[in-house]
């Protein structure tokens, strides 16, 4: 069975804070690696992909891979109180896309 | 250009009834996926259809079908409805289909079905 982990949360961050959500998979071939937000009673929307080992940067938003440490994160900087969601990570490898569980984040204002 | 359509968007329906649900892709996406979305369990995927074909399959009965047209439009159908049946549906089109279908995955609002 392809797992996808992630911390439940509650993530609690200040306004302004870094908030660092962190995933980790058990298919070592997997080769794709996609962020999805979900607001409450939304459906999920991709906000980062990233595919090679390193870091990836995109406003706010930081993708980091190590596929030898079979872990991506998240980093979201200078957090805003709409930034508050459910983030799920996604991993793709062969034919399937695998969910985790999604870590729910509330920045406090 | 148009999203993922899902309809309906909210659906009651009794035990042992069963129900269809529509999506319609964003137009030349070729793959469409369906899941089910419920509080305790996440996003558990149902089936992947690509070019009429079912290519993937997760672990749910044979209660849940679906299928896909020729024009990439696809239905889902839940046989003998079960409480536990509830949940939200969601669909997802891309692109492509495998590593490829990661590109431009793009989930629909969801039908909110409720079994009573």
């Known amino acids: 069975q392809k797992e996808v982990e992630q911390n439940s949360g509650p993530l609690s961050v200040p306004e302004g804070a870094i908030a660092s959500l962190n995933c980790t998979y058990s298919d070592r071939g997997s080769q794709s690696f996609f962020w999805y937000r979900q607001y409450s009673g939304k459906s999920p929307e991709l906000i980062m992909s990233?595919?090679?080992?390193g870091d990836k940067e995109d406003g706010r938003f930081t993708a980091q891979l190590n596929k030898a440490s079979q872990y991506v994160s998240l980093l979201i900087r200078d957090s805003q109180p709409s930034d508050s969601a459910t983030y799920l990570c996604a991993v793709m490898g062969g034919q399937n896309f695998v969910f985790g569980p999604g870590t729910r984040l509330s920045v406090l204002p | 250009k148009a999203g993922v359509t899902q309809t309906p968007r909210y659906l009651i329906k009794t035990r042992g009834q069963q129900v269809t649900l529509s999506c319609s892709p964003i137009?030349?996406?070729?793959?469409v996926s369906w899941y089910q979305q419920t509080p305790g369990q996440g996003l558990q995927f149902l089936f992947e259809?690509?070019?009429?074909?079912?290519?993937n399959k997760g672990n749910f009965p044979g209660r849940f079908s679906g299928r896909q047209f020729s024009n990439s439009r696809s239905e889902m159908n839940v046989s003998t409805l079960e409480l536990g049946d509830s949940a939200l549906y969601l669909c997802a089109s891309s692109p492509g289909q495998g590593v490829s279908a990661g590109y431009g995955y793009t989930f629909g609002s969801g039908t909110r079905l409720t079994v009573v």
């Open positions: 137009s030349g996406h070729r793959s």
């Open positions: 990233i595919y090679s080992n």
């Open positions: 259809y690509f070019s009429e074909t079912q290519r």
